[in-house]
């Protein structure tokens, strides 16, 4: 079962957000704030984060996302987040994925499963049915 660390500065979207994505069978573990996300990537090594780029406690996401890849650069990141001026920092380009927050979870569910896939040991089966294509070295969602 695939571990997902999801931090959220949001409790409902963290407790919505674990329930949908336990139903997909993914062990969630959830952080409030950067120093716990920290501490649970360290000790858990998950499969793949979800963050938020607004959590509290560093100077914001992007820190924690810059000090989370110095840590382990295999693990995908996906930011779930509602600010899209960040789009502007160099260190928001290292994350694998930026989804839009939303309570329709269809397009984080889509990032979870490419990006899993994309870092399973073998082949991905109907891999062309995936909601994400590569375009250079950046994985853009497909339009429906």
Not at 59 to 75: F, I, P, Q
Not at 129 to 136: A, C, H, Q, Y
Request: charged fraction near 25%; glycine fraction near 4%; proline fraction near 7%.
């Amino acid at each position: 079962m695939p571990k997902i660390l999801l931090a959220d500065v949001d409790k409902n979207m963290r407790t919505f957000c674990r329930g949908e994505l336990d139903e997909e069978g993914y062990e969630i573990r959830t952080a409030a704030d950067a120093q716990e996300a920290l501490r649970q990537f360290r000790s858990d090594r998950p499969d793949l984060v979800i963050l938020d780029i607004r959590i509290p406690a560093l100077t914001d996401g992007l820190e924690l996302l810059s000090r989370m890849m110095s840590l382990d650069n295999r693990v995908p990141v996906i930011l779930f987040s509602t600010c899209s001026f960040y789009l502007d920092s160099f260190v928001s380009w290292s994350a694998d994925a930026l989804v839009p927050k939303s309570t329709d979870l269809s397009e984080l569910k889509g990032a979870i499963r490419y990006y899993l896939y994309r870092h399973a040991p073998q082949p991905v089966p109907n891999a062309s049915l995936l909601p994400w294509r590569r375009v250079g070295k950046y994985y853009v969602h497909r339009p429906s």
